[in-house]
DNA sequence: CGATAAAACTAGACCGAGTACAACAATAGG
DNA sequence: CCTATTGTTGTACTCGGTCTAGTTTTATCG
């Protein structure tokens, strides 16, 4: 006997192709230059009834194999967009620290390098608005039990820590490394901190940015004599 | 077919009851008071086993199988012990984050709350000898890949959070919560980003409380004029 | 001593996340 | 039509973790 599927059993098999669920017009529309079937509105559909089950019924109970049954698509697709479950959830964040990234890159070369990663992180977080907020935020409140939220999001916090450490490491002297990996992770865990504060405000939160600013800004000025 | 045991057919079934392997000495010592059957010295026989089995073939590539057979014991008393797989290596640091605990109750109150929570930060780091480290710290040099390594430590490390956080909120006044959580999670970055410099030294490593003391000084400069 | 209760331990089924791979279906271009 | 390419699916598998029922060892009480 197989070991998963423990819904739909072989009868009532799913026609294959593209489901007639939920509301994947024809994908048909341009050709798109290169060859290979299109790509059905899978990712969307898995999205979106992600978002609907993780607030029916919370992340922890929501299987991979509820979105996908409710999505209209194979369990396996899941895995053609996502890496994981908690990718669904974070996924919006890892685009967070990607802009980071562009921000750090774009400071100029003649501030003090805090204050450059200041400017960046604050640069990023003035992006984020209202309308497209990390499923993990709205998850926040309703979750019972945040270890398994907290675990699975600390690994993405800790991408932007690598990310700061890397750009203060490109512009201090050596024999700094202690000061440039403690100004990094703290740099990361104020943030984390002004994100988990602001995610708990419920709907119609505060601009998360200046609760960014006022976070990082001690751990910026306690650092800053530490580097040029 | 039954889901797991991929290896172990039934064939060739290790001896019930406790098996004639490694150091386990007859464990009836002293009658201990209260009933019941005894411990094996099955926890020392599991962290020993999977010690070994980390350092021959790394942490991702060593199942719980693995280990239980080379201990001698059955895959289900590794659940009697240990709630996780990465509790083997991050059990030692749990102990530690206790510890700090202790030291943030025996802390005067006289004193300003940064300070406090710097000096149970430190006693507690001054407790790590080099003769018992955690085995994640041995693990860490030896890991291609760290990731799982540190997604697996970082929510223990955000335990350590939740506790300066709740001490620091004790004693500061209200609405300074963005503050006190800010400086929570800056203090836990600074205090791993110590101890991951402390591990990659290798063996033969500075004492372990300096490192903590310097990386998060700056961090307690910076905060201590938000707090009375 | 025997009965009982408690504790350590075992066996085995089960679940869900994640991986791997071989198909199959759709589409563009020759 | 043929072929290469890409999206999608079915299926088997591994592993961590949970659960439950049952067995063995032990101390205590009658």
Redesign the pocket.
């Known amino acids: 006997m ?3 599927e ?1 819904l739909t059993p ?1 009868s009532s ?2 026609p ?4 007639s669920g939920q509301s994947s017009g024809q ?2 529309g341009r ?10 509105s ?1 990712r969307a559909a898995i999205e979106d009834a992600a978002g609907e089950l993780f607030l029916e019924q919370s992340y922890a109970r ?4 509820h979105i996908t049954t409710r999505a209209g ?5 899941f ?2 967009y996502f ?4 990718d669904l959830l974070w996924g919006d964040v890892d685009a967070l620290v990607d802009s980071v990234e562009q921000q750090l890159r774009a400071q100029p070369s003649n501030i003090p390098p805090m204050d450059a990663v200041r400017g960046a992180l604050v640069s990023a977080a003035e992006h984020v608005g209202s309308d497209r907020i990390p499923l993990a935020v709205t998850q926040w409140e309703l979750m019972g039990a945040r270890d398994e939220l907290l675990t699975s999001g600390l690994s993405r916090f800790s991408r932007l820590g690598s990310l700061v450490r890397v750009y203060l490491d490109s512009r201090a002297k050596s024999g700094e490394q202690l000061a440039v990996t403690a100004a990094s992770f703290a740099l990361v865990g104020a943030v984390a901190a002004a994100a988990g504060v602001w995610a708990a405000q419920g709907t119609a939160r505060d601009p998360l940015a200046p609760l960014i600013d006022r976070a990082i800004a001690p751990v910026c000025d306690g650092f800053a004599p530490r580097f040029s």
Request: overall charge positive.
């Open positions: 197989p070991t998963n423990p072989p098999g799913r294959s192709g593209r489901p994908p048909s050709p798109s230059g290169r060859p290979g079937r299109r790509p059905a899978s929501t299987t991979i194999e698509v194979s369990r396996a697709s895995f053609n890496d994981a479950k908690s």
